[in-house]
């Protein structure tokens, strides 16, 4: 092994090892309040001035409480003791990110990926960093990357990841793209409604009707409640002049929510639903009266 390469093995055992200690003093002080937390670690900082990860502490419970200056003071200070404490780059990223300063982000969280360049988590904050700074096309580079290590290492990248990609790429124009990494999420994640919902929408927006609908009547035969499906294929019909499938397709979610045991039937969007149903079904007929 290269001189370089026991360095960097070397500071990737120390950050797992300061991640290490921070759970364990985290989970040891889970009964306190933060409030408490802080002030005991406070004290504890003055009796050892010279320890970065009782900074890093601190700081990481600053930023729960969004008290964003205070966290910063901290985060720095830890690397101040220790630059190459990989672990407080990310904090000071993340805290970044949370307090709306996602161009701040950046830099850090780049530093934290020189250390652990195979970090998902590490990838997928820089990627919303980017993505709230405008720089729409590097976000997407680095969520395709999130996402390939998540699943180069058996585990399943979360939706969110999926839907940051697909908003960036839309933000390009990318119909295309943004399709087909929504629906590499889906096979994925075994179908999360919330990339459905996400891949509909941008099949109305870009005129794509017919895979809209087709979309739609999949999420009809394969959801045991398929009320929600039916009323938005209701809907897209109606907008597109084909008021008696549309008509057909309310009716049906009516009778789908008619035969719901009662107590899910008085649920407020149940009965939400109900009420634009029938408003559709009254405007429907209205239609069908007035034509020639």
Do not use: C
């Not at 630059?83 to 530093?111: F, S, T, V």
């Not at 999130?146 to 990609?165: E, T, W, Y």
């Amino acid at each position: 092994m290269t001189r370089t390469g026991r360095i960097a093995r070397g500071l990737s055992i120390l950050g797992l090892t300061a991640a290490l200690i921070l759970a364990s003093a985290t989970a040891n002080r889970a009964h306190e309040s933060v409030p408490v937390q802080i002030e005991a670690l406070t004290q504890e900082i003055q009796h050892h001035p010279g320890n970065p990860l009782l900074r890093l502490q601190r700081a990481d419970l600053h930023r729960e409480q969004r008290e964003w200056d205070a966290a910063r003071a901290d985060f720095e200070a830890a690397l101040a003791i220790d630059p190459d404490l990989e672990i407080a780059w990310l904090g000071l990223g993340r805290m970044y990110l949370e307090a709306g300063r996602p161009g701040e982000a950046i830099a850090p969280l780049e530093r934290f990926l020189t250390y652990n360049p195979s970090s998902a988590v590490g990838t997928a904050l820089l990627g919303r960093a980017l993505t709230r700074s405008g720089r729409h096309d590097e976000a997407v580079i680095a969520f395709s990357e999130s996402i390939a290590i998540g699943k180069a290492r058996g585990f399943r990248p979360g939706p969110d990841l999926f839907l940051d990609r697909a908003r960036s790429q839309m933000v390009g124009g990318d119909v295309d793209a943004a399709l087909s990494g929504l629906e590499e999420g889906r096979s994925l994640l075994g179908g999360a409604a919330s990339l459905e919902v996400e891949a509909l929408a941008i099949e109305i927006d870009a005129g794509l009707t017919g895979r809209a609908l087709a979309r739609l009547e999949r999420l009809t035969a394969e959801s045991p409640r398929p009320e929600r499906w039916l009323v938005q294929r209701g809907a897209l019909l109606e907008r597109t002049g084909r008021e008696d499938l549309a008509a057909d397709a309310y009716r049906a979610a009516r009778e789908t929510i008619v035969n719901l045991p009662p107590s899910r039937r008085r649920a407020s969007h149940v009965i939400g639903m109900e009420r634009e149903i029938d408003a559709a079904l009254s405007r429907l007929e209205r239609v069908a009266r007035d034509e020639p």
